[in-house]
């Protein structure tokens, strides 16, 4: 396997790195200069530079301290003042017009981001573009259903003798932390309506893809009051615990390692007040039923398991195949793998491109090697070769259960599969696994797939018919089960996480009726208000 490394001067020029060494950081509404230590972010792509090839080191950000989390801390609860503050009291259309001008502010930004999402992460320009306009749909879809949400609950409910006005309130102090694999779209899924709710919050940004997010901290501080958005970067262990620790966030947006959730959750003091929205681990099944159509079902089956090299929650992490199917099956799938180009990010029709986690392709090559020492075999030509940062996909066969891989979430370029005799083999898997995010089922019969969408919708979030696992669209619930997720993020779902229905009740009689008629004609409540946003 030969994999591209160019020089400096043979990448295109609007495809060159800029160093940023990131020097700011925004708390209560200020960018502050920071001087102390510096965290180095090099990029998962070698470069030959006078003759030597090495990873190009990309620049670097501050490495906060437990003085600044607080810090942060403490603009946030300025912010809130305990919900009586600027932005959790503002009208709904009005910080509805302050996200709307951070993303004309951060449409500005798109081409600078998709170049550092390239390089940070060794996402392809196809998919980090998709990323970047994907989250700019998000933030509009989410205005939108702000705006329907509080249309309806601008009338006033009468109930056995008591007239009410329900509406969402928010909870207080969010601490929102992204995942590596989507540091722009996955954190702004729960940071923007984190805020639109009325929330304030403090985020901090996933280990890999941080200076992405440098170019919008301008933005957040031209957009929003101060303090609403404050940015922590360092080492978790030193600026998330003293966070946590305080007692004082009321709610912690994680999307990450179901073990990293635990640690941060259980720092916190009173855990019965901390709302937990989090999306974790998933080992999502493809099964395919003896009568699928596999000239229709591989391209599905090919793209989820390896679409972003497998490194995405909703990713087929393993594949059950009849018996008398998997000969068949392993052929098809081997050759359209062969039709997948590797390389550097830019390139047209790469669809493989290097992992930016360190030490991740040796943590990988034990995982094969386990899987081989447990009776499997490595199908494809190259399948598990590395060369530095890069590993080409590797398709095993048959995958034992006795093997690590059949069970842990492997997050990159392997692909297990396993044979089966009976349904009840991949059925038991996924009722007995500890994930249960999605399942992809390939078929035809409808009776079959019938009785067996019976029984998965009780072990996963969602079964995928003829078709591979994924978070879209938008206004879909995206929750798991078990391990796999606390709590459901959609347009409309991540609205109603942040926030809590708040209830403003009176008894129906004349007297509190006239009450209720001045206060609206007066327009001396924000919550009492029967005016909607058209």
């Known amino acids: ?193 984190a805020i639109a709710m009325g929330n304030t919050v403090i985020f901090k940004p996933a280990k890999f893809g941080v200076l992405l997010l440098e170019p919008l901290l301008e933005c ?29 966030v009321d709610v912690l947006a994680f999307i990450g390692a179901s073990t990293t959730a635990n640690i941060i959750a259980k720092k916190h003091p009173r855990i019965n007040r901390l709302r937990a929205i989090l999306g974790l681990n998933a080992k999502n099944p493809a099964i395919l039923l003896p009568d699928c159509d596999l000239d229709q079902s591989i391209p599905e089956v090919l793209s989820g398991s390896l679409s972003y090299n497998g490194q995405r929650c909703t990713a087929l992490k393993i594949i059950f195949v009849p018996e008398a199917l998997a000969s068949s099956f392993l052929e098809k799938y081997i050759h359209a793998l062969s039709q997948w180009k590797f390389g550097l990010p830019w390139q047209e029709q790469v669809m493989l491109t290097p992992l930016p986690e360190s030490g991740k392709t040796a943590w990988l090559s034990d995982l094969i090697s386990d899987a081989i020492q447990k009776g499997a075999k490595i199908q494809n030509p190259m399948g598990g070769e590395v060369y530095e940062t890069f590993m080409y996909p590797a398709v095993l066969y048959p995958v034992s259960p006795n093997s690590k891989l059949y069970h842990e979430e492997q997050f990159g370029p392997i692909v297990p599969i396993v044979p089966y005799k009976e349904i009840s083999e991949p059925l038991n898997y996924v009722k007995e696994s500890n994930f249960g995010q999605q399942v992809s089922i390939f078929g035809k019969d409808p009776k079959v797939i019938g009785r067996i969408t019976d029984q998965l919708v009780n072990q996963v979030a969602r079964v995928n018919i003829n078709a591979q696992c994924q978070r879209g669209p938008d206004t879909f619930p995206f929750t798991g089960r078990k391990d796999s997720a606390d709590g459901t993020l959609s347009v409309s779902d991540a609205l109603r996480a942040f926030s809590m229905r708040s209830v403003v009740a009176a008894k129906e009689d004349e007297e509190s009726k006239e009450l209720f008629r001045s206060i609206l004609e007066t327009k001396s409540s924000q919550f009492i208000s029967t005016n909607f946003i058209l």
């Open 1 to 193: 396997m030969k994999f591209p490394i160019p020089a400096f001067h043979e990448i295109p020029v609007a495809f060159q790195p800029e160093i940023i060494h990131q020097t700011k950081y925004l708390i209560d509404g200020e960018l502050r200069e920071w001087k102390g230590d510096r965290i180095s972010v090099t990029s998962p792509l070698i470069i030959q530079d006078q003759g030597e090839e090495k990873a190009w080191e990309l620049g670097s950000y501050p490495s906060l301290g437990a003085n600044e989390a607080l810090d942060a801390l403490a603009a946030c609860e300025r912010a809130y003042d305990k919900g009586t503050g600027i932005w959790p009291q503002m009208k709904i259309e009005e910080r509805i017009k302050a996200i709307q001008y951070f993303t004309q502010l951060m449409v500005g930004k798109r081409d600078q981001i998709i170049k550092l999402l390239m390089w940070e992460i060794g996402k392809t320009l196809k998919d980090s573009a998709k990323e970047f306009d994907r989250t700019i749909e998000y933030i509009n879809d989410t205005i939108n259903a702000l705006k329907e949400g509080d249309r309806s609950s601008s009338r006033f409910v009468f109930e056995k003798g008591i007239f009410a006005q329900i509406k969402r309130a928010p909870y207080g102090i969010v601490l929102c932390m992204g995942p590596f694999n989507y540091p722009l779209n996955e954190t702004f899924c729960t940071l923007i309506p």
């Open 220 to 248: 957040f501080q031209k957009a929003f009051p101060k303090g609403v958005i404050n940015t922590l970067y360092g080492e978790g262990s030193t600026v998330i615990s003293p966070v946590m620790e305080s007692g004082k």
